[in-house]
């Protein structure tokens, strides 16, 4: 038996107990011949849908959708209605019935209607969920710090809000920064300032889904469309409506959908995989990444056009490290939020805590600091809290290998497209395919990893590798291009055309890098 339970109120028996006995092969099925034992049942039982009778002894169907209004009972109803009463069913939905369907009733047809009721249902507490969840997060508030970074950012965030009270304009927002600087609160941030605060903020992370279900994920698909769709879904985008969509990590967009998602972007319009009606929404979309998207564009993997549509505003966030003026505000806010969360007490930050603090490079930003905080609470023993050993771990990731002492230019030159590919191999080889590990001798998150070796297309079973082992406390992939760059031109006196022909890339490419890099 289902878990749905379905209360139906209907005077004459036998189609009641027919109802009855329809819907108990898939429901609990509740019947009564008038509303007023339906609301005595109410007081202490509860519905997820209600079958009434329009026309009933004593009060009506209507009558009794008034009565669930008036005591803020929120169950969706589905009327039963004579032709001669449509009217009164239509009005009825325009007073708050979810449906109706008229006699002589089909029973089959009141399944589907029933089925539907609980599918919408189940999308709005969906939305609840998400709304809940956003705002049950105890550190959901974005943080404006003092740098000049910071600031502008805020700058242009109440410009984007202003815009929108006046036109109800939204355009897009790249948000770039490294892992953990706090993109998905900057983009939750510009949510709760907009007028959309009312609306819902559905987040999104491409690295989540497999390839073959970004498109119904997105848009959603329609019962049948494909091996596998039982039944119709609501796409992310439909979700949204009236709200913001984040799309994280939009650098891993496969290429065949990028074209689909710059359409609906442009037209605000939404088809379900295997539906042929289009739906109109009003949808905020914010994506975040931390992939050069125009190194992506330059290697193929990126389309520009779409690239251009989400860079109406970029909002980029400064690494932890490049804006230490904002870490006291920072860290004084965890602090707060971690003795509330745990309901314990802890002291108030020192100056001496505040310097520790300040002298560690922070590599995973500011999520890292909340959790250095939030572990100094969680640990604290009545004495002060302790940042010192963060001096320990600097010294440690300093003696480690730089990538100037790893690189050894050869007198040939190297391949620089090929460069990432041979590392990433290297660093397989060395780990027996583990791609954590492999993930952390190149000092890139496992998401990047997997999608790095799906990007390089490589085989595992047949790979060359670098020419030398990775030293075991990692190398720093992200930043090796620069320094293969430095040494090219370092070695060709700066002649860019002769660095160019050693790193096997066209004179415009290695412009561009330079350019990238300020070199």
Not at 119 to 145: C, M
Not at 257 to 268: C, G, S, W
Not at 310 to 333: G, K, N, V
Not at 466 to 472: F, G, H, R, T, V
Request: charged share 25%; hydrophobic share 35%.
């Amino acid at each position: 038996m289902s878990q749905y339970t379905v209360l139906v109120i209907e005077d004459e028996s036998l189609l009641g107990e027919s109802i009855q006995e329809f819907l108990s092969q898939d429901y609990h099925c509740v019947l009564f011949e008038n509303a007023e034992k339906a609301q005595q049942w109410l007081h202490e039982n509860t519905a997820h849908v209600i079958v009434s009778d329009i026309r009933l002894p004593g009060q009506s169907g209507v009558d009794f959708l008034q009565w669930l209004q008036q005591k803020q009972i929120n169950i969706p109803v589905i009327l039963i209605t004579a032709y001669s009463t449509i009217k009164n069913a239509v009005d009825a939905i325009k007073k708050g019935a979810f449906d109706y369907i008229s006699k002589p009733l089909d029973l089959e047809e009141l399944d589907l209607n029933i089925r539907r009721t609980l599918q919408n249902q189940q999308l709005h507490e969906e939305v609840a969920y998400h709304r809940e969840k956003i705002q049950s997060n105890h550190f959901h508030n974005y943080l404006t710090g003092t740098s000049t970074s910071s600031q502008n950012n805020e700058r242009i965030i109440q410009r984007l809000v202003n815009i929108e009270k006046t036109t109800r304009e939204t355009p897009s927002v790249l948000i770039t920064g490294e892992t953990g600087t706090g993109k998905g609160m900057l983009a939750k941030h510009l949510h709760q300032l907009s007028p959309r605060a009312k609306g819902p903020l559905i987040e999104f992370n491409c690295t989540a889904v497999s390839e073959s279900l970004f498109e119904s994920e997105l848009f959603g698909h329609e019962k049948g469309s494909f091996t596998g769709a039982t039944c119709k879904k609501i796409g992310l985008f439909e979700l949204a409506d009236h709200g913001t969509l984040f799309i994280d990590e939009i650098g891993h967009v496969p290429l065949p959908m990028q074209a689909k998602l710059l359409k609906v972007i442009e037209d605000k319009k939404v088809r379900r995989v295997g539906g042929e009606k289009e739906f109109l929404i009003d949808v905020r979309v914010i994506v975040a990444t931390n992939v050069d998207l125009e190194k992506a564009i330059l290697e193929g993997t990126f389309r520009e056009d779409l690239y251009h549509r989400l860079t109406l505003i970029h909002l980029e966030l400064m690494p932890l490290r490049e804006r230490i003026e904002d870490l006291p505000s920072f860290a004084q806010a965890f602090l707060n939020q971690a003795k509330q969360k745990y309901q314990c007490y802890a002291p108030e930050l020192t100056e001496i805590n505040l310097e520790h603090l300040r002298d560690y490079p922070w590599p995973g930003n500011i999520r890292e600091l909340r959790n250095e905080i939030e572990r100094g609470v969680l640990l604290y023993d009545g004495a002060q809290l302790d940042f010192e050993y963060l001096r320990k771990l600097t010294a440690k990731r300093s003696n480690g290998c730089t990538n100037q002492e790893f690189i050894l230019f050869p007198s040939e030159g190297l391949d620089l497209a090929l460069m990432e590919k041979l590392l990433m191999e290297q660093a397989m080889i060395q780990t027996n395919n583990n791609v954590t590990q492999a993930a952390k001798l190149l000092r890139i998150s496992r998401d990047e990893m997997r999608y790095r070796i799906q990007k390089h297309d490589i085989d595992l079973q047949h790979m060359r590798g670098w020419s030398q082992p990775i030293p075991a406390e990692g190398i720093n992939l992200d930043s090796l291009e620069q320094t293969v760059l430095e040494k090219a031109l370092e070695k060709t006196k700066g002649n860019v055309t002769s660095a160019a022909r050693l790193l096997n890339v066209t004179r415009d490419t290695l412009r561009y890098r330079m350019s990238k890099y300020s070199l």
